[in-house]
Nanobody, 115 residues
Framework: QVQLVESGGDLVQPGGSLRLSCAASGIIFSSAAMGWYRQAPGKQREWVARILSGGSIYYADSAKGRFTISRDNGKNTVYLQMDSLKPEDTAVYYC?????????WGQGTQVTVSS
């Protein structure tokens, strides 16, 4: 059974930082492409960042220069370091594992950026 468990969401002031974590089980983590997505109220889910099994990294334009995705294959965990947060970053953030041509999703963690 594949499980993805996100954590680290919180209320933070504009300009602040957060680090999200996503712990995976039930897959060979080192073989999975891992991604972060987000969904703001009333909007469609959008892609934020992706890290492939080989380590290649890609960012959405909204994340470039502010967010950093990384992975620890020894801990089966992917991270999203978010700096210089803006109110428009407010959303539920979801972890996604692409493994054997299937996408698995976590339950999401709420990030709220507000003063």
């Amino acid at each position: 059974q594949v499980q993805l468990v996100e954590s680290g969401g919180d209320l933070v002031q504009p300009g602040g930082s957060l680090r999200l974590s996503c712990a995976a089980s039930g897959i060979i983590f080192s073989s999975a492409a891992m991604g972060w997505y987000r969904q703001a109220p009333g909007k469609q889910r959008e892609w934020v960042a992706r890290i492939l099994s080989g380590g290649s990294i890609y960012y959405a334009d909204s994340a470039k220069g502010r967010f950093t995705i990384s992975r620890d294959n020894g801990k089966n965990t992917v991270y999203l370091q978010m700096d210089s947060l803006k109110p428009e970053d407010t959303a539920v953030y979801y972890c996604c594992a692409t493994y054997q041509a299937y996408n698995y999703w976590g339950q999401g963690t709420q990030v709220t950026v507000s003063s």
